[in-house]
Structures are given as C-alpha cells and as structure tokens.
C-alpha cells in the first residue's frame, strides 16, 4: 500500500477517539520506496475531540456553537450519502455516529 507523506485516521469507542497519525520522513518522498515512518496516536474525550473542531474565540464557545455544525454535517453526510445510493452504492445503515446528539 502506497501512502502519502501524511495519513490520519480516527477511531472511536466508548466516549473515546483514537487519533492516528502516520508520516513519512522528508528525507524520502518517493513512495514507492523504501522510507521513515513517524506513528503518533492520541487519545481524546468525547468533549476534547468535539473542541479541537474549533479555532481561536470559537473555541471557548464550542459548546455553544456545536450544534449548529453537527447539523450542518449531518446534512452534508445525508446528501453525499444519498447521492452515492442513487449511484447504486449501498450504505451500511447500521453505522451508529458516535457523536450523534
């Protein structure tokens, strides 16, 4: 599997978001060779996951302002989703969002 010079991935359980990082050393930006790679990971809360969306005053606000972005994603998730079903593509409809609410 050939990655980019950045890779992120996030997983979530129980109230808790794993955030993954894989980096590719400068040194080497060939990927289709051999190369450095840098794993980070972090473990977030809910709430810390949620405040690390917003930037500069808005974080302070962040409970406040959430909402209205959590509809605006989920509107954005809907359509997209709808789309790609209209494209024949199945949506795993059991997917529970873990930060629904």
């Given at each position: 599997?050939?990655?980019?010079?950045?890779?992120s991935?996030?997983?979530?359980?129980g109230?808790?978001?794993l955030?993954?990082?894989?980096?590719?050393?400068?040194s080497?930006?060939?990927?289709d060779?051999?190369?450095?790679?840098?794993?980070?990971?972090?473990?977030?809360?809910?709430?810390?996951?949620?405040?690390?969306?917003?930037?500069?005053?808005d974080?302070?606000?962040?409970?406040?302002?959430?909402?209205?972005l959590?509809?605006?994603?989920?509107e954005?998730?809907?359509?997209?989703e709808?789309?790609?079903?209209?494209?024949?593509?199945?949506?795993?409809?059991?997917?529970?969002?873990?930060?629904?609410?």
């Amino acid at each position: 599997m050939a990655l980019g010079v950045q890779s992120s991935w996030a997983l979530y359980a129980g109230g808790v978001a794993l955030l993954l990082q894989l980096r590719r050393g400068s040194s080497r930006v060939k990927t289709d060779k051999e190369g450095l790679y840098l794993l980070t990971w972090e473990f977030l809360s809910k709430e810390q996951y949620i405040r690390n969306m917003f930037t500069g005053d808005d974080k302070s606000r962040w409970r406040d302002l959430w909402p209205r972005l959590r509809a605006e994603q989920f509107e954005l998730r809907r359509k997209a989703e709808a789309e790609l079903t209209a494209q024949g593509i199945t949506i795993h409809e059991a997917y529970i969002d873990p930060f629904r609410g």
